[in-house]
């Protein structure tokens, strides 16, 4: 009875053995089904370095003497976009060697998959004159078109991926070429852009002249906020209600158009949701810094961007899909100037009336289920205080990033980048 007692014992030590070692190794695969599928969704590695990039991963995580024979293997299938790392081992057993039982081999695996989730992303990019020094600009550029790379290779089909672009000063550019949309109101432009007319009689003298608007063809783009509430709300614009349109406005300021094309000042028009990468890549290359800082309109637009109402109208959702939607807000300085003189003069806010629209309006997006993250590029000597706006706009604490220099923005973006791309552990 003696042999018999001694071989269960032996048995339960060396399964013991075992489940820790085979426990060890899941661990460490699950680890490394996540790394590979990161570097497959950025483009980091191509399929035929799937399983040598596993085996560098897995070896660095599980260093274990005692199991030898040690085999990871690791396979995509595009079509479910899964990654599944299998690994093999044999361990040397103590007590089950003696009945004819020498090694004890084990298997295990890891699988993950890219969230069913479709994901779509506004940038609401500044780009004021401030934005012109420290290299603010070029480094804001690089970021986005980073960031465009790395969210467009998270897609598996057309369409899983939009990304919108909203450049933003005091006023966004919707394009010319709306001049004849029934959104725009041409109220306030065409109080402030007229021109003469005279009846010429002997030498051209004017024996009788008057005022009349110009000819809407020749608005290159700007409008400023909606009349209040609606410059909080995504709400679609009704000719019957003027309140709901989209005010035109001519903005000059300091010598420059912001939306005159062929200008040194040209602020870029917005780019609806898209999946053109490299339509989107060049009106961010295009970006020219120019006029003052208007957050809230940045925010507005970039929320009609991921709306289904006019005047963009995203593109239709699939029933059954699972939409991940953010908006990502980068600006260097405070508010200050809007469609409201008496708020600010284009150098300093009036009081607290811009932040105090801005954060109704963040409080509506984030009602919207649509994820805020706010990036404050603060690099004046002195700098500006933190922004608090800024701060309270961020749908998390997390999603606030106060940055002190231009070389920090591509690091900001990568990480936003990060937590839009999210994977799972599926078995």
Known sequence: MLVPLLGCVGAAVDYTRVAKMRSAMQGALDTVALMVSQDVSTGAISSSEITPKANTYFNALYVNPQ????????????????ITVSGQGSLATEFLKVVGFPTFTFNVAA???WSSSAMRVALALDNTGSMSANGKMSAMQTAAKNLVTKLSSAAKNPGDV?????????DVNVGSANYNANWID???????????VCDSYLFFICVHQSAVPKNHNSWTGCVTDRTQNYDITNTAPNATNMATLFPAEEYF???QYY????????????????TNWTALNSAIDAMQPTGSTNQPIGLAWAWQSLSQVAPIKAPAENAGTTYIKAIVLLSDGLNTANRWPAYGDGTTQFGSQIDNRQKKLCDNIKADGI?????QLNTGIPADPTSAVMQYCASDPSGFY??????QVVSAFDSIGSQLVKLRISK
């Open 67 to 82: 199991v030898t024979g040690v085999v990871v293997t690791a396979t995509y299938s595009k079509t479910s976009s899964t």
């Open 111 to 113: 699988t993950t998959t």
């Open 162 to 170: 939009y990304i919108s672009l909203i450049p933003f000063a005091k």
């Open 186 to 196: 041409w109220t306030d432009w065409n109080a402030a852009n007229y021109t003469m």
């Open 253 to 255: 300021e300091n010598g």
């Open 259 to 274: 939306c005159k094309s062929g200008n040194s000042a040209y602020l870029q028009p917005i780019i609806p949701l898209s």
């Open 371 to 375: 994820t805020i993250y706010t990036i």
């Open 402 to 407: 106060l940055l002190t220099s231009a070389t």
